[in-house]
């Protein structure tokens, strides 16, 4: 990453207006188990084997068919999870005040979160849904168990925060980040009253960002539905919509835009305008790309959650393209090697490095 002395001092300046400014995020939550599969057990030696590939392990549920299979699971790691959770810890590392309305646990917020419920003043609507994470040393398989999340509604968001609730919570916000639709399958019609409902009852503008969170599985019909909402939150401020690179490819196609074009900051600004709003961020791994009203940029790594956080929180300091890129890159790229948030301290010093 090569930046001009010019987009180090950018960013830098910018620290001095960063704990002023407030964020909402929303509006999923997910336990993360860390498994691996167990081939053997030496109960003598007190000794596990795991199995090593996903071919592996794809043999053995082959081999039980017509038949059956137990297959134990070594737990390694539970830890708090969600795009939203990631992205809010994320923002509040970086300096910003934080409010989160989620998926934490019912009637109780479980005890995974209570520190992260207690530094945003989170309101739960359900319990989180279950991620089990099968590591193998090929990759993960991940397995999850969502129903929870079907409390994720406005009825429910109503009945728990009311409509003054989320006037008062948005009010405050500078951005507004609805993340995870792909898993919280009633948010599209959360989408279309709060911009029925509520927005309108804001005095300001704010940032509003999207994250889809791999639509896949989603059918097309669905994902076009909500693609063309997010034009109805212009009104009310700037929307940005974050996408990896193979979620801009799947988007680029339900859009029939041209998804074999190689330049992704081309392939941003066709889905901006395709969309109609100010912003789209692509973020494959080995670079990221964007374009809004300003300009069409592209800077190198970077990707996730981290990312998200990073680059709204740098458009919401009114950095410019560029260097709100170099931020989210950085942002990620730090926690990739450190395994933690950064503050934006950290982010100065990261940049500053190159």
């Known amino acids: 990453m090569i930046l001009e002395a010019s987009i180090k001092e950018e960013i830098a300046k910018a620290k001095e207006n960063i704990n002023e400014l407030s964020a909402f995020v929303g509006f999923d939550g997910f336990i993360d188990k860390i498994v ?33 299979s137990n297959i134990e699971l ?14 809010a810890n994320a923002q509040l590392s970086l300096g910003l005040g934080v409010r989160y309305i989620g998926a934490l646990g019912h009637p109780k917020v479980h005890p995974l979160f209570k520190d992260f419920s207690e530094a945003t003043q989170a309101i739960s609507l359900s319990n989180p849904g279950v991620t089990h994470a099968l590591e193998f040393e090929d990759g993960k398989v991940m397995l999850g168990t969502m129903q929870s999340l079907e409390d994720v509604n406005y009825d429910n968001l109503m009945d728990t925060v009311g409509e003054d609730g989320i006037v008062e919570i948005f009010e405050k916000a500078d951005s507004i980040s609805l993340v995870s639709w792909t898993m919280l399958t009633r948010l599209t019609e959360v989408f279309k009253q709060l911009t029925v409902n509520i927005l309108p009852k804001l005095s300001k503008q704010k940032y509003f960002f999207f994250d889809l969170a791999d639509p896949e599985k989603r059918t097309d019909n669905e994902i076009l539905e909500v693609l063309n909402l997010l034009k109805d939150f212009e009104p009310f401020g700037k929307v940005v919509l974050g996408l990896n690179l193979r979620e801009s490819s799947q988007v680029a196609k339900l859009l029939n835009i041209d998804n074999q074009d190689e330049d992704l900051s081309l392939r941003a600004k066709a889905i901006k305008e395709s969309l109609s709003i100010n912003c789209v961020v692509i973020h494959p791994v080995e670079s990221a790309h964007c374009a809004s009203d300003e300009e069409k940029p592209k800077i190198t790594t970077g990707g996730g959650d981290h990312f998200n956080a990073g680059f709204i929180t740098a458009k919401l300091l009114g950095l410019s393209d560029l260097a709100s890129l170099a931020v989210a890159v950085s942002t990620s790229g730090f926690y990739v090697r450190n395994a933690q948030s950064p503050t934006y301290q950290d982010i100065i010093d990261f940049v500053n490095s190159y």
């Open 36 to 68: 691996s599969p167990i081939d053997k057990v030496d109960y003598e030696q007190n000794t596990r084997t795991l199995i090593p590939t996903i071919t592996d392990f794809a043999n053995r549920v082959g081999s039980a068919a017509g038949k059956s």
């Open 74 to 87: 070594f737990e390694k790691m539970e830890k708090l999870g969600g795009n939203g959770p990631i992205m």
